[in-house]
């Protein structure tokens, strides 16, 4: 057969596989899989690689290797049992070879009260599949295994490796998953992660540093305020000062790749407060935890330092804060950005390939949030990230849309059949 | 003997009395009792009662009868196996009556780390006794008792009734304490408080209600957090209303009792606020819960209301909070001011017993916080209350100091002999 033929073939194969591919993805859905709870998820994708001629090794992380590696994100749960799942097609030879990464892990569905579908039904309304992790990713995780499964069905002997990754742990940082697996030898010429990335070919992320600030007050029984100090109020200098930085930031810090939808090339916000423990009690300590992101060309250190700066600059100007300084701390996540040369082979490949799939532009993006791409580049590897259109991930009524999964896993055909080549 | 004679007597033997009543303090303080957690206390204060010719009886209370009552606030505990202990001596006729009231149980010691002294340790270190209802108000509750055993251990024969109260539940409101006893029938012609009123006599104090507010903004993840809304900062234009309204409220709202020591009448503050849960999730809502308090006078519907429309006036400049306009409830604890004739025969009695005990002026005072005091109106009963200099109370390192307790003893053992009259 022509190329063109072979990848029509395979195009309409796909589609043909429909109800499969999706059913798949309600299966996976339905298991819950909250990270460090990966495993009944993880039989379910071994189970499926098993019906290819796939070589299928099981990897639990190791600690003690891995923390010494630059880009490490500990996690919150312990690796023991905890394994990623490496299935390898070998290639007839002559051809690069590829990494298909999907994360089985994901956030917490709480608070389950904001849901108005089950978080582990798999609902379909319209062409909307509901569920915790349906967008993020375990629709992209099911795309990369039929996208090869319908290659192979089809009697085409691929020419280079294809290595099937699901991971865990990504959700925490991917210390135990990609960044286990790449560490273990699983590297090839180039990697895709399918997060929901919106049918667009993603080359870069943002660098992230979770932070938490508290501040002190003097607490007493409220009946007293007046003489008291609450630390909530003398909280909001330094709200004032992180809303005025990212403001600041918001104007004078651009990277063309994370402009093009939302004009917002990084933030600094605010998640959480906690202060006092009783209604007539003046607060007597509070604590904001938020994140700062910065690009590609920023340092980590240069960011939290000016972070430091601000929030210290503040509190010289108010009498109380300057005897009774705020604290930052840096806490958990802590990534650095990810950034992939586009004129690579790989990404003009990947691109094409996308493009005359969708039949439509596609565009190369930078992320406002962390994916485990950013650890092949630690391994010398070309990566980016394609996957389908989701909404409120991490959010109540995660969903992903249906088409676009089917898409997404024409999108990785493609880009198989000629970034490893066939006969 | 003449009365000056008998009550310079009874000064004495309470004086002689001293390591016995602050070892009875002691070992009151070593034993844990929260709110929900009285009965061991309330054992010691049984065997206490025992040792004198009392008639001591036990009573649980009985939620069904006491929701229906005027001024009943609901526990956070369920009544069942919580018994107050009520010990009577019934007087040879012709004298009037005297209820003698404390409270053994606490608030919690928590946070613990905030502690130098063991909450339960009951350490003496100079003058201050350390531990968790040290002062509030398990010194006031011993004093009780031993204000009486000196008289009677000293052979005088009292004309009217006294009985002493050891209640449960007033941290909670009272309404599983105090209130149940009165409503039982164990009422008389005045009821003292020993709460640790600084060896002042008080005889108002502020009602007050507490209230919670919760802002709704819009959540995302932080990569898009321009395009969300964030609770935490919208709910400052609700912090700043009620600053301004407390500050407007200290201006303008003033009675005579409540201004001597610290020259403020009622509070409005912030005791907690909880926002988000998730550092890299722009927090979908906020909350905050506080206290305002009101003069008797003011009536708590008509402080209710204003609060609610300055909340209210505040969400209008808004134009997020105009479309999405704070809630306002009120929660838990909601008392009435209380207020007692300083005129009345008993305050008078009361009042001179202190300054002759103490030899030194003593003032009639309001208080900035609610006790079982308020009760007593209910039941056409004066009441006032005394009690020793504390400090600390509710918070960490919560102290008494000890030559008061002493004070506190002779001050209510002088008022017994007035009020009751003896022979």
């Known amino acids: 057969m022509q190329s063109r033929t072979v990848e029509q073939h395979v195009f309409d194969a796909v589609s043909a596989r429909h109800d499969e591919i999706i059913e798949a993805v309600r299966n996976l859905v339905r298991i819950p899989s909250v990270v460090g709870s990966e495993q009944t998820a993880q039989k379910y994708m071994a189970d499926l ?89 375990k ?46 030898g699983y590297t090839a010429d180039a990697m895709i992660c399918t997060e929901p990335h919106s ?57 063309p790749l994370f402009e093009r939808t939302i004009n917002r090339s990084c933030h600094l916000g605010i998640g959480t407060m906690r202060a006092g423990d009783w209604p007539a009690t003046v607060a007597g300590s509070a604590e904001i935890e938020g994140r700062i992101s910065f690009i590609p060309g920023e340092t980590r250190e240069a960011v939290q330092k000016k972070l430091e700066d601000e929030v210290h600059a503040a509190a010289m100007k108010d009498h109380w804060l300057r005897a009774h300084p705020p604290v930052v701390e840096w806490i958990g996540v802590q990534t650095e950005p990810w950034y992939q040369d586009p004129d690579h082979p790989f990404v003009q490949t990947f691109r094409h390939a996308a493009q005359d799939a969708l039949g439509q532009p596609v565009f190369l993006e930078g992320r406002k949030a962390a994916c485990d791409a950013r650890f092949a580049a630690s391994f010398g590897m070309p990566a ?38 066939y006969k």
């Open 49 to 137: 690689y098993r019906n290819l001629p796939l070589s299928v090794v099981t990897l639990e992380p190791d600690a003690d290797k891995l923390r010494q590696l630059s880009g490490y994100v500990p996690g919150p749960v312990p690796y023991a049992g905890r394994c990623n799942i490496i299935a390898t097609l070998k290639g007839t030879g002559g051809g690069c070879s590829l990494i298909l990464n999907g994360h089985c892990d994901v956030v917490s569905p709480e608070p389950l009260d904001a849901w108005t579908y089950d978080p582990w039904g798999a609902k379909i309304d319209g062409d909307r599949l509901y569920g915790r992790g349906a967008g993020d990713m």
């Open 139 to 184: 629709a992209g995780l099911i795309a990369n295994f039929f996208a090869l499964k319908s290659i192979l069905d089809a009697g085409i002997a691929l020419n280079g490796d294809v290595t099937l990754q699901s991971v865990i742990d990504e959700e925490a940082g991917g210390g135990g998953g990609t960044l286990a697996c790449l560490n273990a």
């Open 199 to 255: 049918l667009q070919v993603s080359i870069a992320h943002v660098g992230a540093a979770f932070f938490r600030i508290r501040v002190t007050g003097r607490s007493s029984h409220i009946g007293q305020a007046h003489l008291s100090v609450s630390a909530i109020e003398k909280m909001y200098p330094v709200i004032q000062v992180i809303r005025q930085l990212d403001e600041e930031r918001a104007r004078t810090v651009h990277h």
């Open 384 to 421: 980016a990230c394609t996957g389908p259109i989701a909404g409120n991930v991490h959010g109540a009524d995660e969903w992903v849309d249906i088409p676009s999964v089917i898409a997404t896993t024409q999108v990785l055909a493609k880009t198989i059949l000629r970034w490893c080549g």
